[in-house]
């Protein structure tokens, strides 16, 4: 048995992930002879036979289980061929990815033999095919054949527009139904729209509020319906506040770099929401890349000498890139000269190649789940627009992306003072001395709590660091209204040097963490003044209506 399974994760280890999504690097073809850990091998192999002697002896009379909801329908245990073959499955799924644990090898190495034995027992599930999922046989007979019609009309939907649907699409529309908040575009250049919005109340905070969003995706997120909508609610709560759109990145931009959105960008945008506000220092916050691209930005300008924001919060973002989770099993020298070679001095990242990576990180819940459900099943997604929102991809120029791959995952030099120069200036996040407030999410796979947390220690000033619940999108997004999740807070306000020792003195809260993360906002915002009545203020003037046309430029 073992000599089997080891040439199985010999393969494994020498593949090339690109297939499963153009975001991936090529592993080493040439892999290494693959060494076990000699009791792991020994209490697999006798775990294995056990249970597939069971499975043998009981033979097509074996329950599937119900626990792996891809077979937790009650065709799968009426069908004896299918509960079987169910079972057989999850028993090699359980038995490779003990070997992929036992691997003698360094942790970088064991990690890419695990995320491969992963996307393949995710693709080889009997779920995927209809020859096998009992479930979708059933669907067929009962309909009369009409949910395999309505599966190849799904499958040439999907051929057409150049991705699996996670949704009904049809339903949404940006600016009637998701990104709906009333506001207006005060200023634009070849890089970003600045979004200002119609105060909600009869005063505001003098010092005004500026968001910046990943520019992997578009802004919306923030502001996807009236009820969960981040920039509505700090409207609500008396914030003069601005966002950044950024342009969905074509041909004319293919040249720029992490400088150019720095600069002309971030710092840019920060500059506009004073002139227009009159205020000497505004709040600022950054979501995922768009909190790294501003703490970089906060850098270059300590750096020049200038601290025009008086707090930033920074949610699911890395500063420190030590811990990236499994993102890391794609980096590596030859992967980050890959791409520089290919994208460093022009082109184009597809956002569908960054969907396409992100989705593979959860195979089960993000790919083959709508394969199964659109294709087989004949099922239409039902209406989310956070899965509208996740499939309106958007390009990145190939300069930025390289500098970025290289200086933040591969090399991790924001947190070394010094080591790197953006915009002319010396990066010294340790020059950062701003309140800061730190929100990481328990669960999430893109940017792991631990990687969250470790801007606390990069950061000099005055911080608080807040858990939520649930994961990357999920985690953030969560209003206070629809009193869901919970959040952990350490009253005592101390940040030892791991999020482990971190929590072990933290409470669980019940609810949002926005009420939380609003009293703190009040507290750096400054007094009340008469809301504005018009938007923007002299040359910065209105000219359309949010949510602006560059969002709605599909990529």
């Known amino acids: 048995m073992s000599e089997g399974w080891t ?100 942790t970088k190495t064991r990690s890419r033999i695990r995320f491969a034995v992963e996307q393949w027992m995710a693709a080889s599930a009997p779920s995927n095919f209809m020859a096998f999922n009992a479930e979708a046989q059933k669907m067929a007979i009962d309909s009369k054949g009409e949910s395999i019609a309505k599966g190849m009309k799904n499958l040439m939907h999907d051929l057409q527009q150049g991705h699996v649907s996670m949704t009904d699409e049809s339903l949404f529309e940006v600016g009637k139904n998701v990104a709906t908040s009333e506001g207006a575009v005060v200023f634009e250049n070849e890089l ?33 319906q009236p009820d969960n909508s981040l920039v509505r609610y700090a409207v609500a709560q008396g914030h003069r ?31 506009v929401v004073q002139e227009i506000s009159g205020a000497k220092t505004i709040n600022a916050l950054g979501f995922c890349v768009g909190g790294t691209m501003l703490g970089t930005a906060l850098a270059v300008l300590a750096a020049r000498g200038e601290k025009p924001v008086a707090s930033a919060t920074l949610l699911t973002t ?24 290919e994208l460093g ?22 790919v083959w789940n709508y394969v199964v459900g659109n294709y087989l099943k004949g099922e239409t997604p039902p209406p989310f627009d956070l899965l509208y929102w996740n499939s309106d991809s958007t390009n990145l120029p190939g300069p930025y992306y390289a500098w970025y791959l290289r200086n933040t995952y591969f090399e991790n030099n924001l947190v070394k003072p010094g080591k790197v120069t953006v915009c002319g200036q010396k990066v010294d996040l340790g020059q950062v001395d701003i309140p800061v407030y730190i929100y990481g999410s328990r669960e999430d796979h893109i940017v ?51 999020h482990a020792a971190w929590l072990e003195g933290a409470v669980e809260h019940p609810g949002s963490w926005w009420t939380d993360w609003s ?33 709605k430029v599909k990529a």
């Open 241 to 271: 506040t601005f966002v950044v759109s950024w342009r969905n990145p074509d041909d004319s931009l293919s040249h720029k770099t992490w400088d150019n959105y720095i600069e002309d960008a971030v710092i840019k945008a920060i500059g």
């Open 448 to 498: 792991p709590i631990g990687g969250a947390y470790a801007s606390t220690q990069a950061l000099p000033g005055k911080k608080r660091f807040v858990q939520g619940a649930s994961g990357h999108i999920a985690g953030v997004i969560n209003p206070p209204a629809k009193n869901k999740r919970s959040h952990w807070i350490r009253a005592d306000g101390k940040l030892p040097k791991t």
């Open 7 to 106: 040439k199985a994760l010999q393969s494994f280890q020498g593949m090339d992930l690109a297939s499963a999504g153009a975001g991936f690097p090529a592993m080493p073809k040439e892999a290494p002879q693959i060494q076990f850990a000699p009791e792991k091998l020994q209490a697999l192999q006798q775990q294995y036979l056990k249970e597939a002697s069971d499975l043998f002896t009981h033979g097509f009379s074996a329950p599937t289980t119900a626990k792996d909801k891809r077979f937790a329908n009650a065709a799968w245990g009426d069908n004896p061929v299918a509960a079987y073959s169910a079972a057989v499955y999850l028993l090699n799924a359980r038995t490779m990815m003990g070997l992929a644990d036992a691997v003698q090898a360094d």
């Open 519 to 551: 009293t703190w906002l009040k507290s750096h915002a400054g007094k009340q003044i008469a809301a504005p009545k018009t938007y923007g203020k002299g040359k910065f003037k209105a000219t359309e209506p949010a949510p602006g046309r560059f969002v």
């Open 345 to 366: 001095k022009g082109g184009l990242m597809k956002g569908q190649d960054l969907a396409s990576t992100f989705s593979f990180l959860r195979p089960n819940d993000l």
């Open 318 to 341: 890395f500063l420190d890139f030590s811990d990236t989770g499994i993102l890391d099993v794609f980096i590596d020298e030859a992967f980050v000269k890959y791409r520089e070679q």
């Open 192 to 224: 970003f729209q600045l979004i200002e919005y119609k105060p909600l109340t009869a005063k505001v905070f003098e010092k005004p509020f500026l968001l910046v969003p990943p520019c992997i995706n578009k802004f919306y997120i923030l502001d996807l």
